[in-house]
Structures are given as structure tokens and as C-alpha cells.
């Protein structure tokens, strides 16, 4: 397959094109920036991106089979900056989708995000679940939501999006922006610091998957029958949920077992309000297609994240 991965240096577009190429795709790597690109990715096609030029979007659309649309701006950023939260996430993707119907493109896959449905994320969660949460980084993203689905509704091409739960794992390299993640954080801080610091109790529920399982999940999407069963809206997390401070009792049980020392973990209040509702974010309408969640998998990204970081980042010898 022909696949455009926009946000292909970034930290889940990145490890799905060397996921993706490893099974033997051509990948080409939509960005904004055109930056070192990393050894995992050297046979890969770059398309700078310019957001504010239609022609030039489409025309990174010829000749692709699949897009994979992994760009976007993080939380934070959204917060800061409303306005641009919503011409990225929302109207650049508006664009890129009608760029991909004029030019033909078959599917179109949009990686969007759990925290669509509600803040905090509690309770039991389905497809179906109202979206509530006013934050500008979901409002954003259904607005580029919208745009796929409606695509799909009209069969202009094979629309799909994928509401992602916390994921984690190894980048393609340490320059990522993806530190500021729970999981990649506590590694990082492990290996810097020997200790584990949550800004919380660590008694609030969060649904976790590692990149290995993302990128499966979406080989399978990209790959699938073009049918209805494999188009619209679709969960995808862990098999279930975990407390805050179970995960970062993982990793310091890991980081004994990868990297032979067992950081200090330390739980500051930093939360007014804790909540201990648990969550249940419901990944059935994927088991139905046969995908199931390998959680062991979590372990595994666990080890090798504590591994790249400790590469990347130790200060000193073991």
C-alpha cells in the first residue's frame, strides 16, 4: 500500500511508519517541519505539509491508498491557544480530508482521542457515550472528527476514527514532544532521577495501551476489507483500567528487573479533588472484529521505554 502518515515524525505517527514499513508498505511521512529523520525511517518519502495551501495538500494525496492522520495539537498547547487548537486539529483536518476525496484516496484513518467523551474520564465509556468535555483539545478534535465521519457517511471514501486512551512507549527518537505523558514521564524520571514523583495520589483511573498494540490496531484498520464494519468510530484501550499509582508501581518493579535499581516513589497532593471512579472504557466494538488487546504487551513497552531512556538520558552508570 501507498501510505501517507501526516505527523509521521511525531510520537504515534512516527512508530506507526516504522511499524508500517517494516511490514513492507511505502510509507510517505506528512510534516510540518522537516527534521533529522531517524534510521527506522530512511526509506520513507518526506511531504512538507503547507496547511494554508490547498493545492499542495492534495497533491501529497495522488497516488496514496491509505492516510493515517496522526498530527495534532497536545493538551497544553490547546489550552494556551484555543484559536489554534481549532484550526489544526479541527479545520486543517477538515481540509486534508476534502484534499483526500478530490484526490481519490480510498481510506482515510484519524487518530483522535479518548478525553472526547469527558473530563475526567469516569464511568463506563462506549462509542455511544455522549461527548461533554469543553476542553478546547477535545472540542477541536470532533470538529475533525465530524469531518471523517461525514466523509464516510456519504462514501466519499473509507472513513475511520480511532479514540485513543493513554498510550505510551519508545519514540523514534528522544527530540519527540512526548515527555509530558504519564508513562514516558515516570520512565524518563527513573533514569534522571532514581525517583518517581506523581503529582497526584495516584488513586484516580486512567485506561492505558502501549504503542505496540496502537500500531497493530492500526495496521489492521489500514489493511481491512472496506466495508461498514471496519469504518466509523471505534474505542481503543487497554482490556481495562488501571490506577495511577498500580502503573507507576509497574514501572518501578520494571526498572528493578531492566535496569537493576528500584527508584523512590514519591505522591504529592498536587489534586484537590481525587477521584476513585472507576472506568471502563469499553474496546468491544474492535473485539468484535477479532482485535483483541494483548495487555502483557504494556509490560514489555514498559522495558523497552525504561531501556531507550536510560540511552538517552542517564546521567550516570548503573
Known amino acids: 500500500m501507498q501510505v501517507l502518515i501526516v505527523g509521521g515524525l511525531g510520537f504515534i505517527g512516527g512508530r506507526i511508519a516504522e511499524y508500517l514499513s517494516n511490514a513492507g508498505h511505502q510509507i510517505t511521512l506528512g510534516t510540518r517541519e522537516v527534521r533529522n529523520i531517524p534510521p527506522c525511517l530512511m526509506q520513507a518519502k518526506i511531504a512538507k505539509i503547507l496547511w494554508d495551501n490547498p493545492s499542495s495538500i492534495e497533491s501529497f494525496c495522488k497516488n496514496i491508498d491509505v492516510i493515517i492522520h496522526a498530527a495534532g495539537m497536545n493538551a497544553h498547547d490547546c489550552a494556551v491557544n484555543p484559536v489554534a487548537a481549532l484550526n489544526f486539529n479541527g479545520i486543517a483536518t477538515s481540509n486534508l480530508v476534502a484534499a483526500a476525496v478530490r484526490a481519490n484516496v480510498k481510506k482515510f484513518i484519524y487518530i483522535s482521542t479518548a478525553h472526547v467523551y469527558r473530563n475526567p474520564l469516569v464511568g463506563e465509556i462506549t462509542e455511544n457515550t455522549f461527548t461533554e468535555n469543553l476542553h478546547p483539545y477535545a472540542t477541536s478534535h470532533l470538529v475533525g472528527e465530524k469531518a471523517v465521519i461525514e466523509a464516510n457517511l456519504k462514501r466519499e471514501l473509507i472513513g475511520i476514527v480511532l479514540r485513543l486512551s493513554n498510550a505510551f512507549g519508545v519514540p523514534i527518537s528522544k527530540e519527540v514532544n512526548c515527555w509530558m505523558l504519564l508513562i514516558n514521564d515516570l520512565c524518563r524520571q527513573a533514569v534522571e532521577n532514581r525517583k518517581l514523583i506523581l503529582r497526584s495520589s495516584g488513586l ?31 474505542n481503543i484501550g487497554g482490556n481495562y483500567s488501571k490506577k495511577v499509582l498500580d502503573m507507576a508501581e509497574l514501572i518501578q518493579n520494571r526498572c528493578y528487573m531492566t535496569l537493576g535499581f528500584k527508584p523512590e516513589l514519591l505522591c504529592e497532593a498536587g489534586e484537590t479533588v481525587v477521584s476513585n471512579i472507576s472506568l ?39
Open 280 to 318: 471502563k472504557y469499553s474496546i468491544d466494538r474492535i473485539k468484535k472484529l477479532g482485535l483483541g488487546v494483548n495487555q502483557a504487551e504494556d509490560t514489555a513497552e514498559i522495558d523497552a521505554l525504561l531501556e531507550f531512556c536510560y540511552l538517552s538520558f542517564s546521567k550516570g552508570t548503573l
Open 204 to 234: 484516580q483511573f486512567r485506561n492505558f495501551i502501549g504503542l505496540s498494540e496502537v500500531c497493530r490496531i492500526v495496521h489492521f484498520f489500514a489493511g481491512g476489507d472496506a466495508n461498514s464494519m471496519h469504518s466509523g468510530v471505534f
